[in-house]
């Protein structure tokens, strides 16, 4: 199964409202990464917070990292129509004594005019 | 700086040909990722090299295979193609396994 789980799966929004976006992991990190797809291109690297982080900016952007949890949360603010794709959470896993990098299924976010 | 390039971007193949993607990371990164991204799945790790070893390898059948030159540029393979192996297949480059990822547009892969 996989490392992240993001929720919800669909999300659709007025322009101009903020769009939360919750992950959640399962094994200890180091990092929690966020991505944006749009459609069926490649993905977009967001932000990255550290374990011992517990919120960062990126101007609009705003994450947010529980660690007790195990989940994070990305809020876009002030949201418009070019905010339209699906957004990844990407957590790593150590596999057979090597590091990867493990994505969630997505959320996909659709801002109406 | 260039980023990463893969190619074709599109591809037809028929089933139980093979076919081979080619990627080109930015320059400097030694390590690249490989995944396999299908509407009902998601975004499936296939495998990673590093400095011309592969590292990790995902749940994939041996039908898909890969490997990375000298020069960082890496390939992969599928052999025996299947419908179910049409996909988006993505490549990523970083300066380390589970560092921050740099993507290409990705190559989209019909089987018919």
């Known amino acids: 199964s996989q490392q992240g789980e993001e929720d919800p799966q669909a999300l659709s929004i007025q322009e101009g409202e903020n769009a939360t976006m919750n992950c959640s992991y399962k094994t200890s990190i180091n990092n929690l990464q966020w991505y944006r797809q749009n459609s069926g291109r490649g993905l977009v690297h967001l932000i990255l917070?550290?374990?011992?982080?517990r919120e960062k900016h990126s101007g609009r952007l705003r994450v947010t990292l529980d660690t007790s949890k195990k989940s994070s949360s990305l809020l876009i603010t002030a949201s418009r129509a070019a905010d339209t794709a699906s957004y990844f959470c990407a957590t790593e896993a150590l596999i057979q004594g090597a590091q990867k990098l493990v994505f969630g299924q997505g959320t996909r976010l659709t801002i109406n005019p | 700086k260039a980023g990463v390039t893969q190619t074709p971007r599109y591809l037809i193949k028929t089933r139980g040909q093979q076919v081979t993607l080619s990627c080109s990371p930015i320059s400097g990164h030694r390590s690249v990722s490989w995944y396999q991204q299908t509407p009902g799945q998601g975004l499936q790790f296939l495998f990673e090299y590093f400095s011309e070893t592969q590292r990790n390898k995902g749940n994939f059948p041996g039908r898909f295979s890969g490997r990375q030159f000298s020069n960082s540029r890496s390939e992969m393979n599928v052999s025996t193609l299947e419908l179910g192996d049409s996909a988006l297949y993505l490549c990523?480059?970083?300066?380390?396994?589970?560092?921050?990822?740099?993507f290409g547009q990705g190559t989209r892969l019909t089987v018919v």
């Open positions: 917070i550290r374990s011992n982080e």
């Open positions: 990523a480059s970083s300066l380390m396994a589970a560092g921050k990822a740099f």
